[in-house]
Nanobody
């Protein structure tokens, strides 16, 4: 069982930066693929980024602006978001799974989400 708690969301102006954190419980954190997803207002949940032993993969919409990283000693995954745009406004969720990938079905555990609002 893994419990995930996101933090770091908030209101930021376009062009600004935020860093999201996701703290995970459990002793097997390093075994999991960790992902970030988001749900923009009125839209479906969408993939943002994921990190595993092979490296990182980003959605085209955030490539070059967002960076996902993890600290296995702290059981924490991060999402550094730079050059934020109004279209980045969404509830951001972290997720953990043994399969991972860009589909939500690859993740078993989900956080409660944190709101990111980018004002233009």
């Amino acid at each position: 069982q893994v419990q995930l708690v996101e933090s770091g969301g908030g209101l930021v102006q376009a062009g600004g930066s935020l860093r999201l954190s996701c703290a995970a419980s459990g002793r097997t954190f390093s075994n999991y693929v960790m992902g970030w997803f988001r749900r923009p207002p009125g839209k479906e949940r969408e993939y943002v980024a994921r990190i595993n032993l092979s490296g990182t993969i980003y959605a085209d919409s955030v490539k070059g602006r967002f960076t996902i990283s993890r600290d296995n000693a702290k059981n924490t995954v991060y999402l550094q978001m730079n050059s934020l745009k109004s279209e980045d406004t969404a509830v951001y969720y972290c997720a953990a799974g043994l399969v991972g990938g860009i589909g939500a079905q690859g993740y078993t555990y989900w956080g409660q989400g944190t709101q990111v609002t980018v004002s233009s």
